[in-house]
């Protein structure tokens, strides 16, 4: 640890982060107005507060809540498992309004892209699902002889008691495939986080561990743990570990292949990119094989370059240190030279940041490094040690807001008035109909943003957002006569 | 070809869009799973047709993926801010059913965001839990003293059951039944207070009810322009063309600013007909002929020339008014169009996926210009889809292969066998046309990966003359500019 905080603060010193406060003084009484219990999941970050929200509850019934539901967390982690048949046990709309719309890419199988239903009727409501699980599952494997099939369960599946354990297990028995139930049916709870942890216990149940080839002659190998390629990410982290003479065993689960998920055991540590979604495989992983876990982020110059030196230091092997220095020495040199031109444009630009969960806090550097300044972070499934993590990266002055539904964020948006809304699809017309400019950041987003080219994307992603003229039009309406 | 193909290296073992599956295709059937379905779940149509309602909201009953998943589909579709809201159900509260999560749902909306409807859509969830939501709304009613000043309507859309044709369609039924019955009209609804209160019975006889189907805004625009040129006065049902098209102003509607009001939906029991511009959405109509006497005239979509023509005939014999100069001139373009393009297109094999009524208009009309609709696909399982298919291929003499109720995975063998030079769908066809190495033209829902999906236009003359100069410009690009290279 000690070691770590060291690194820290050389980064720390070398980044021209520049530490300021925020300019809400005095802080606004009422952050905005909104249903009374709605209050406390939104607070600024002051010094002599706790400055965390309320957080963990479950929505408002009726309020246009941002969130989804279980299979829809065990389906973002498990998903961008490339050669896997990703089958969901439930009527056709679950995986008709879901598949194929992770932005994960691949750089073999593109069978994850396919969408597999059991398309269950109301035939089978009545007499049970699980003869149509069966004949299915055993279809789908005469069809592509994938090396895992994931079973999702649906809210419908653990209403009527369908046994999807058993069916696997049967399944796998006549296929001789891997056949891994998820137990996600949506409505399990509000929070989708558990839907993450599911997936996890997936993995770690019924793949991690179950292939043994012969180990590396490699002595640094790891896993990349909670990176899941969206937008060929890992492609900009990869080669970075890579010139460290570090050999990737597994991604769980960017554009990864079953068998290498299989025998992740086999890795000497696991670096965890996504804390939100995958600290819990690290943790369990750390357990069952005593895999030691570093947390990594590779969203922004001095996270990506303290994430290198921290792998570096680990494995405590001079040469590796040294080599990480110097090509974090050039990287930043070439990456700094690259962004003036985009940040020029972007400093001083107030960000507000509303996302699934790590980025709320994996962001705010790599924005901060470009001058802009994050005035609102929030998350749609935090809990209390997300918000300690925000809390611990923010500066003073920044708004902290959980679970914001629709009309929230609009009134967020009216009265902070962000120069730059980073978000997902469901806000990106809300806030653009507003007249405010918006980057993706979430599932289709087109471009990398992960390690230095990423990061040079990145600058130039927000200023293509913030710097074009047609946000100017806007502000100049046809004058009456 | 599929012999040439067997010789080829396999790119990957288990890519299903690699040689080897390829293989696959054309060599198992498939019986029991959905591969790339090609149809969504009930409460998605219950929302599309809540869209084109001003001031309503559409409360889904269930999980909270339900409405975000839909949320999802729509704002990427259409690109505007769509709110769908939930009752967020979850373990505690399916097991003691979903009562107090329905009326928490109901307060929440009717205070937050000052409704003119609320739309309850049912879910699988709460289908098989068994909630009762007329007698939870009812429930709620009465907790508020009949405060409520404007309508709740209850939809079933159990999502094991159909497709989303079948509940828009039911949706439309379910609107018009319940705001036109006594005991709603006895309220003081808050849509009816702002409206002009004068208009006599005499007026409202005039009025056509049309009933579009689920078309593109700039369709139902298209549809209002007609009517206009044509003098009619009409209650169109349900009108998205500026809820999801709507102009940037720098505000944001929560709900529909625009579109049918319920005082419209009200009157549709005046009218002197329904129209109805779709074979799978006019319950409504049967129910207003068969309740209050509104005669209905079902007619195809007006999509290519025969269609609209039929719809514009029918405007002539209901009012006798006279047809518009504007729409004959629109009617010359798009024959002198389909004249200069004839022998790009001739013969050339297509094949269309998507809602049942566009691919009936979309066969009907490229039939009309001469191509082949080799292969039509839909998602849902519909026997007057086949009839309707089959009334153009007895009619035109082609051979049609028809695939209702089918996937993908079905659609992708045929378009292979066809030998299929062009295709027409949705966004997720895509992978289809990439891999045959044929062109697509985007369209239906839902279209994400290009821009403009609200207007995607089909539907009168005007569609029918830019849709017609796409497809031909796509068959020259694909199939004549290379030829020419190859020859210099």
Not at chain 1, 164 to 177: D, P
Not at chain 1, 366 to 372: N, S, V
Not at chain 1, 446 to 455: A, H, L, P, Q, V
Request: hydrophobic fraction near 35%.
């Amino acid at each position: 640890m000690h070691q770590r905080e060291i690194l820290s603060t050389e980064i720390v010193k070398k980044s021209k982060n520049k530490s300021k406060q925020l300019d809400f003084d005095p802080l606004p009484k009422k952050i905005i107005e909104t249903i009374k219990s709605r209050e406390k999941h939104m607070c600024f970050k002051k010094k002599g507060t706790d400055s965390t929200p309320q957080c963990n509850k479950s929505s408002i019934p009726g309020a246009v809540t941002q969130r989804s539901c279980v299979y829809g967390g065990a389906r973002v982690v498990l998903m961008p498992i490339t050669d896997a048949v990703h089958l969901v046990h439930g009527p056709i709309g679950c995986a008709s309004c879901t598949w194929d719309i992770r932005g994960s890419l691949s750089s073999t199988s593109q069978l994850y892209k396919t969408g597999f239903s059991t398309n269950m009727e109301e035939k089978d409501i009545v007499f049970g699902g699980e003869k149509k699980l069966l004949d299915t599952l055993i279809e789908i494997n005469r069809l592509y002889q994938p090396p895992a099939i994931f079973v999702y369960a649906t809210c419908v599946v653990g209403l009527i008691g369908d046994d999807l354990k058993a069916v696997c297990k049967e399944a796998e028995k006549i296929t001789s495939t891997r056949i891994i139930p998820v137990q996600s049916e949506g409505f399990r709870s509000f929070n989708k986080s558990l839907g993450h942890q599911l997936a996890g216990d997936a993995l770690l149940d019924y793949v991690i561990g179950t292939s043994h080839p012969p180990s590396s002659s490699n002595p640094f190998t790891l896993n990349i743990v909670g990176e899941f390629n969206i937008a060929g990410d890992l492609w900009g982290i990869k080669p970075l570990l890579e010139k460290l003479g570090i050999e990737i065993i597994s991604t769980l689960t960017g554009d990864s292949l079953v068998e290498d998920i299989a025998r992740a055991h086999q890795a000497n540590l696991n670096i965890v990119q996504c804390q939100k979604s995958s600290n819990y495989i690290a943790r369990e992983m750390e357990k069952r094989y005593g895999i030691p876990y570093l947390k990594v982020n590779f969203f922004g110059i001095s996270d990506t370059a303290y994430s290198l030196l921290s792998i570096a230091h680990f494995f405590q092997y001079p040469q590796m240190i040294s080599r990480a220095e110097k090509l974090i020495e050039n990287e930043r040199k070439r990456v700094e030279d690259s962004i003036k031109i985009f940040q020029k444009r972007l400093e001083g630009k107030r960000v507000a940041v509303y996302v699934g969960g790590n980025k709320a806090w994996s962001l705010i550097k790599a924005f901060e490094e470009l001058g802009m300044e994050v005035i609102m972070t929030g998350t749609q499934n935090g809990l209390p040690k997300d918000y300690k993590k925000i809390k611990e990266t923010v500066q003073e002055g920044t708004l902290i807001v959980d679970d914001a539904n629709a009309m929230e964020l609009s009134s967020l948006l009216k009265k902070y008035n962000p120069d730059l809304v980073i978000s997902g699809a469901k806000e990106k017309y809300l806030s653009m109909k507003m007249g405010i400019p918006f980057c993706e950041f979430n599932h289709d987003r087109i471009t990398s943003f992960s390690g230095f080219d990423g990061y040079i994307n990145f600058a130039q992603d927000l200023d293509r957002a913030v710097s074009s003229p047609v946000w100017d039009h806007i502000k100049k309406p046809l004058k009456a006569a | 070809m599929p012999e040439s193909k067997k010789h080829q290296k396999k790119d990957h073992p288990h890519s299903p869009y690699g040689e080897e599956s390829q293989e696959l295709i054309a060599k198992t059937q498939k019986r029991f799973a959905v591969i790339n379905p090609s149809r969504m779940c009930q409460p998605l149509g219950a929302v599309q047709a809540l869209l084109g309602i001003r001031g309503a909201m559409p409360l889904i009953h269930g999980s909270q993926g339900c409405s975000t998943y839909m949320r999802f589909q729509l704002c990427r579709h259409y690109r505007e801010p769509i709110n769908v809201s939930s009752t967020s159900m979850s373990e505690a509260t399916v097991v003691y059913g979903g009562e107090k999560n329905l009326i928490q749902a109901l307060n929440t909306i009717t205070h937050q965001y000052k409704p003119e409807l609320i739309g309850v859509t049912s879910s699988c969830l709460t289908e098989t839990i068994g909630d009762d939501m007329d007698s939870i709304i009812n429930k709620f009613l009465q907790n508020n003293h009949n405060k409520i000043d404007f309508p709740i309507i209850p939809i079933s859309t159990p999502s094991y059951a159909g497709s989303h044709i079948e509940s828009y369609d039911q949706t439309l039924k379910a609107l018009v039944e319940k705001i036109t019955h006594q005991n709603i009209l006895k309220q003081s609804l808050k849509g009816l207070k702002d409206e002009n209160k004068k208009s006599s019975q005499i007026n409202l006889k005039d009025k056509i009810n049309v009933i579009t189907g689920l078309l593109s805004p700039m369709d139902v625009e298209e549809v209002k322009f007609i009517l206009k040129e044509m003098n009619i006065e009409s209650i169109v049902l349900t009108d998205n063309s500026q809820s999801l098209n709507s102009p940037l102003d720098g505000k944001v509607d929560f709900l529909p600013s625009k579109g049918t009001t319920i005082k419209q939906i009200r009157d549709t029991a005046y009218s002197k007909a329904t129209i109805a511009l779709s074979n799978h959405a006019n319950s409504a109509g049967v129910f207003l002929e068969k309740e209050f006497g509104v005669k209905l005239f079902n007619l195809p979509t007006p999509i290519g020339l025969r269609a609209t023509d039929e719809f514009i005939e029918t405007l002539v014999k209901l009012k006798n008014n006279q047809i518009s100069k504007t729409l004959k001139i629109h009617r010359g373009q798009l024959l002198d169009a389909m004249v200069d393009a004839h022998a790009y297109n001739y013969n050339r094999k297509v094949a269309i996926y998507g809602e049942p009524d566009m691919v009936v208009g979309l066969t009907r009309f490229t039939s009309e210009l001469g191509m082949i609709p080799a292969v039509v696909c839909t998602g849902t399982e519909c026997n007057k889809f086949k009839q309707e298919i089959e009334l153009i291929s007895s009619q035109d003499g082609h051979e049609i292969q028809i695939i209702s109720g089918g996937d993908q995975y079905d659609l992708h063998q045929k378009v292979k066998e066809e030998e299929i030079e062009i295709l027409m769908g949705n966004s997720y066809s895509a992978r289809i046309a990439k891999e045959e190495n044929i062109p697509l033209i985007r369209i239906g829902f839902p279209v994400f990966d290009r821009i403009g999906a609200q207007r995607i236009k089909i539907v009168g003359y005007r569609a029918g003359l830019s849709l017609l100069d796409l497809i031909t410009n796509t068959i020259i690009e694909k199939y004549y500019d290379n030829l020419k290279e190859e020859h210099l």
